[in-house]
Each structure stands twice: as structure tokens, then as C-alpha cells.
């Protein structure tokens, strides 16, 4: 049973250009939104995250939009570059931080120069 | 040094065989966690630890157990190794004093099971 479903399962795209990731999660008990982020050989590691009261959060050139009404919420990596090359997982947690993060497949990045 | 450091980081090994993987942090969070990571899975919790007294069971809990020897440490044992838990798995900790819900990962074991 997967909770949280993430689109696409990959994504190439070019130097300068917009990257978009989206989620989307059945449980409206959820209420806390991180991405992830993983280089090969690495763990993954946290990037940015969300809470629902507000419906966007912006730190440099990535954003989370938050859109609690159609259970969905998106990362938009603005200005690409190839050093943004991974793997992005988002991610829910439930209301009152039981710790618990449920993942979803995860999306790989490509950005060519 | 690394905060959250895992043994072995690969290990191939045989159907049937025990097999454990060890987990050591040094950033004294109290909660513990792990994952494996599939291909088009994502990642899937298999057990996570509160304390050293608590231990719970996450959403792939079959076929693995653990202990938590110290507050700074979490084994994963498979009882007996089957292909399909050939993966990697990853250890995650976080700090329930924080107020934080960020988890910091190690660096993975890639487990093969022939």
C-alpha cells in the first residue's frame, strides 16, 4: 500500500531550466512534507521541508507548493544545474512527529550541461 | 568523522546464511531507524527504535529483526538471507528533543544475496 506517490519515476532536463517533482498522499493525517535529496553512494540527506499551514516554501532555488485540498505537493528546482544531479525522494509524516516518514519511489535527476 | 556510520558497506552473501548490519551514530539522537532502498520502491521502513527499551516494527518488518545495544547503536540481522533482500539498506537517526523531524541517513549498505 503506497501512501505517498511520486511522479516522475525520472527526469532530464537542461542547465537553466525548471525542474518539477510531484507528490501526492491519501492520509490527511499527514502533516509534515520533506524532500530528500541523494547523490550515488551517499544516504539521502534532507533538502527542504513543509508544514500545511502555509502553501509554499522557498529556500534559494528550490521550492516546495504545498496544495492540501488535492493532497499533493511538488519541489521546483528553478536555475537546474548539473550539480543538482540525484535523486529526490518526498516524503510524509504524521500529525504530532511519531518520527515515521513514509517515502515515496523516488525521482532521478539528470541535468545536462 | 562521520556522524551516522554503518558496517559493511557491501556484502554479498549466500541464501540461508545470517547476516547482520551494523549501525553506530555519534550525533546522541535517542531514535534510530531502518530502511531498505529498491529500485521504483523508494524507501521502505523495516524498524525503528524510540529508545534502547523500545523497538517497533515498520511497514517490511518480515523476515528481518534488530537490537539496540546503546543508544549509539542499531544491528539489523537477517535470519536467513533470501535474493529478495538483496537491497540497500540504510540507517537512519533522529532527535526527538529537537523539535526537529529531520532524519540523518548513513551512508548504506548494498546488500547481495546469491
Known amino acids: 500500500q503506497q501512501q505517498v506517490k511520486q511522479s516522475p519515476q525520472s527526469l532530464i532536463v537542461q542547465k537553466g531550466g525548471i525542474s518539477i517533482i510531484n507528490c501526492a498522499y491519501e492520509?490527511?493525517?499527514?502533516?509534515?512534507f520533506p524532500w530528500y535529496q541523494q547523490f550515488p553512494g551517499k544516504g539521502p540527506a534532507l533538502l527542504i521541508a513543509i508544514r500545511p499551514d502555509v502553501s509554499e516554501k522557498k529556500e534559494g532555488r528550490f521550492t516546495i507548493s504545498f496544495n492540501k485540498s488535492a493532497k499533493q505537493f511538488s519541489l521546483h528546482i528553478m536555475d537546474s544545474q548539473p550539480g543538482d544531479s540525484a535523486t529526490y525522494f518526498c516524503a510524509a509524516g504524521p500529525r504530532g512527529y511519531t518520527g515515521k516518514l513514509i517515502f515515496g519511489q523516488g525521482t532521478t535527476l539528470q541535468v545536462k550541461p | 568523522d562521520a556522524d551516522v556510520t554503518q558496517t559493511p558497506r557491501n556484502r554479498i552473501t549466500k541464501t540461508g546464511k545470517r547476516i547482520m548490519l551494523e549501525c553506530s551514530q555519534t550525533k546522541g539522537h535517542d531514535r534510530m531507524y531502518w530502511y531498505r532502498q529498491d529500485p521504483g520502491l523508494g524507501l521502505r521502513l523495516i524498524y525503528y527504535s524510540f529508545d534502547v527499551k523500545d523497538i517497533n516494527k515498520g511497514e517490511i518488518s518480515d523476515g528481518y529483526s534488530v537490537s539496540r545495544q546503546a543508544q549509539a547503536k542499531f544491528s539489523l540481522s537477517l535470519e536467513s538471507a533470501i535474493p529478495n533482500q538483496t537491497a540497500l539498506y540504510f540507517c537512519?537517526?533522529?532527535?526527538?528533543?529537537?523539535?526537529?523531524?529531520?532524519?540523518?541517513f548513513g551512508p548504506g549498505t548494498r546488500l547481495t544475496v546469491l
Open positions: 537512519a537517526t533522529s532527535d526527538s528533543l529537537s523539535g526537529l523531524d529531520t532524519q540523518y
Open positions: 492520509n490527511t493525517a499527514f502533516d509534515y
